[in-house]
T-cell receptor
Framework: QKEVEQNSGPLSVPEGAIASLNCTYS??????FFWYRQYSGKSPELIMS????GDKEDGRFTAQLNKASQYVSLLIRDSQPSDSATYLC?????????FGSGTKLNVKP | GAVVSQHPSWVICKSGTSVKIECRSL??????MFWYRQFPKQSLMLMAT?????????EQGVEKDKFLINHASLTLSTLTVTSAHPEDSSFYIC????????FGSGTRLTVV
């Protein structure tokens, strides 16, 4: 069983819509959770981190964490074509990072 | 903000040669650096964790004699791929814990 699971996509949404990206993890002891955006051929860029249950908002991005369900999500409001990228979910457990395989998001103009 | 600078951004080398990749922390001290490898269309896989002044800790399946990691100062960690082979061609990325686990810009290694 993979440590972190993501749907590979692609997820296609029209410009201006809400994109919803999901991630599940297997280790209940995981302590912190991260979302990264990665453009093709580039290094991942940290979007958000979340450490406790509930929602965390930053601009157009909202991360949601549900530790009981071992579920993390990322909502992107007012999606823009520039948001088209692969989104990686990462889970940190005692300073070891485990990454999902990423969800490819396409935002259509 | 704090930045991790990685060089070179890309390198092509002949099979059997060694390649050194540098990761520098700019305007902060990095006590812990993480080295990752990413094959095309796959996710990042942690290779090793390096702590300043001590030996690196390698993940299972990563050959420590092939991937030499040196973290001799608080601002520089290096990864040397020794006797590189085509299967080592990958995207290598470093990360520093002190900056919220942000990543260096990555190094695309192609072994021909």
């Amino acid at each position: 069983q993979k440590e972190v699971e993501q749907n590979s996509g692609p997820l296609s949404v029209p410009e201006g819509a809400i994109a919803s990206l999901n991630c599940t993890y297997s280790d209940r002891g995981s302590q912190s959770f991260f979302w990264y955006r990665q453009y093709s051929g580039k290094s991942p860029e940290l979007i958000m981190s979340i450490y406790s249950n509930g929602d965390k908002e930053d601009g157009r991005f909202t991360a949601q964490l549900n530790k009981a369900s071992q579920y993390v999500s990322l909502l992107i409001r007012d999606s823009q074509p520039s948001d088209s990228a692969t989104y990686l979910c990462a889970v940190n457990n005692f300073n070891k990072f485990y990454f999902g395989s990423g969800t490819k998001l396409n935002v259509k103009p | 903000g704090a930045v991790v600078s990685q060089h070179p951004s890309w390198v092509i080398c002949k099979s059997g040669t060694s390649v050194k990749i540098e990761c520098r922390s700019l305007d902060f001290q990095a006590t812990t650096m993480f080295w990752y490898r990413q094959f095309p269309k796959q996710s990042l896989m942690l290779m090793a964790t390096s702590n300043e002044g001590s030996k690196a800790t390698y993940e299972q399946g990563v050959e420590k004699d092939k991937f030499l990691i040196n973290h001799a100062s608080l601002t520089l960690s290096t990864l040397t791929v020794t006797s590189a082979h085509p299967e080592d061609s990958s995207f290598y990325i470093c990360s520093a814990r002190e900056v919220g686990y942000t990543f260096g810009s990555g190094t695309r290694l192609t072994v021909v």
